[in-house]
């Protein structure tokens, strides 16, 4: 069975780390490139961050730059994203994707992380 997971996520206040993880099961999870995704309420979905398939090359938006960093350890199907210095403006779920090259692409569904005082 194919699946996806993310957890970690919580409430947090302004400027508390928070590390979120996911989880994959069911298929080549090595070989894929995998990336966060948030959606705010109200908002549609946005791109995160991104990680090669190797964990050799990582990409960033604009918005979490310097502040968010994206991990992973290919024996243990994990992916984290280690968030630094949150605003209430990171609040969001936040989803882990996985593609390969042929387009074969899975979504979990989602953690939800606040960040409020």
């Known amino acids: 069975q194919v699946q996806l997971v993310e957890s970690g996520g919580g409430l947090v206040q302004p400027g508390e780390s928070l590390r979120l993880s996911c989880t994959a099961s069911?298929?080549?999870?090595?070989?894929?490139?995998v990336s966060w995704y948030r959606q705010a309420p109200g908002k549609e979905r946005e791109y995160v961050a991104r990680?090669?398939?190797?964990?050799?090359?990582?990409h960033y938006a604009d918005s979490v730059k310097g502040r968010f960093t994206i991990s992973r350890d290919n024996t243990e199907n994990m992916v984290y994203l280690q968030m630094n210095s949150p605003t209430p403006d990171d609040t969001a779920v936040y989803y882990c994707?996985?593609?390969?090259?042929?387009?074969?692409?899975?979504w979990g569904k989602g953690t939800l992380v606040t960040v409020s005082a």
């Open positions: 990680i090669s398939y190797a964990g050799r090359t990582t």
């Open positions: 994707n996985a593609l390969n090259k042929y387009g074969s692409e899975y």
């Open positions: 069911g298929f080549m999870f090595s070989t894929m490139t």
